[in-house]
């Protein structure tokens, strides 16, 4: 019964997800990203404690394997999120630290 349960509990996370990614406007994806990529950090956090944690040889690879995503997922968005930021940039000030606008 309760494998029946989850299974209807993710399929209803993925329909809504989906649902609600397609109805986001354009301008507010970059700042949405941010903020997941802020909650992501969130789960680094618990994956250092389940790996750390101590108990069963499974639970500690587990939990690194974890660190590991969690890692390239905070990572890979913001590299994103700071690429599309780039797009709003002027063409004048082109990474240029000291540039104003």
Same mark, same amino acid.
């Given at each position: 019964?309760?494998?029946? *349960?989850?299974? *209807?509990?993710?399929? /209803?996370?993925? *329909?809504?997800? *989906?649902?609600?990614?397609?109805?986001?406007?354009?301008?507010?994806?970059?700042?949405?990203?941010?903020?997941? %990529? $802020?909650?992501?950090?969130?789960?680094?956090?618990?994956?250092?404690?389940?790996?750390?944690?101590?108990? $069963?040889?499974?639970?500690?690879?587990?939990?690194?394997? $974890?660190?590991?995503?969690?890692?390239? %997922?905070?990572?890979?968005?913001? /590299?994103?999120? %700071?690429?599309?930021?780039?797009?709003?940039?002027?063409?004048?000030?082109?990474?240029?630290?000291? $540039?104003?606008?």
């Amino acid at each position: 019964m309760e494998a029946v *349960f989850l299974a *209807f509990v993710l399929m /209803l996370s993925i *329909f809504l997800g *989906f649902e609600l990614i397609s109805k986001v406007p354009a301008t507010l994806h970059t700042p949405l990203m941010s903020g997941a %990529n $802020a909650i992501s950090g969130i789960t680094i956090v618990g994956a250092l404690i389940s790996a750390g944690a101590g108990h $069963a040889q499974v639970a500690t690879w587990l939990g690194a394997l $974890a660190v590991t995503f969690a890692t390239v %997922n905070v990572v890979g968005g913001y /590299l994103v999120t %700071n690429r599309m930021l780039g797009m709003f940039r002027k063409k004048d000030d082109k990474g240029q630290p000291g $540039a104003t606008s």
